[in-house]
């Protein structure tokens, strides 16, 4: 079981920035290293969309519209991944989710509740 939480949502200006963080909560004596973390959004009439994930301090993967401007990382102290954010247009506006699955499976999925982020002037 693994739960999780987001913040650092929010308005913003285009052209600015922001930083998402995603708490997580695990079992006892479960290493967050074994988990795929990843954040994911969601805008108004679209499906969800991956946005970026990272496992074992390895950057795995960025969609093609936030190369370059997004930043994906984790302290494995903390149990936390976090979404640097800069550059930020309104096409980036959504619900940003925090996900995490067990390295090597896709069936069972943890998510968060979300973080909205608006990019408006």
């Known amino acids: 079981q693994v739960q999780l939480v987001e913040s650092g949502g929010g308005l913003v200006q285009p052209g600015g920035s922001l930083r998402l963080s995603c708490a997580a909560t695990?079992?006892?004596?479960?290493?967050?290293?074994?988990?795929?973390m990843g954040w994911y959004r969601q805008a108004p009439g679209k499906q969800r969309e991956l946005v970026a994930t990272?496992?074992?301090?390895?950057?795995?993967n960025y969609t093609d519209s936030v190369k370059g401007r997004f930043t994906i990382s984790k302290d494995n102290a903390r149990n936390e991944v976090y979404l640097q954010m800069n550059s930020l247009k309104p096409e980036d506006s959504a619900v940003y989710y925090c996900?995490?699955?067990?390295?090597?499976?896709?069936?069972?999925?943890?998510w968060g509740q979300g973080t909205q982020v608006t990019v408006s002037s």
């Open positions: 996900n995490a699955r067990r390295a090597g499976q896709h069936k069972v999925q943890y």
């Open positions: 695990l079992l006892p004596f479960t290493p967050f290293n074994i988990y795929v």
């Open positions: 990272i496992f074992a301090d390895i950057v795995t």
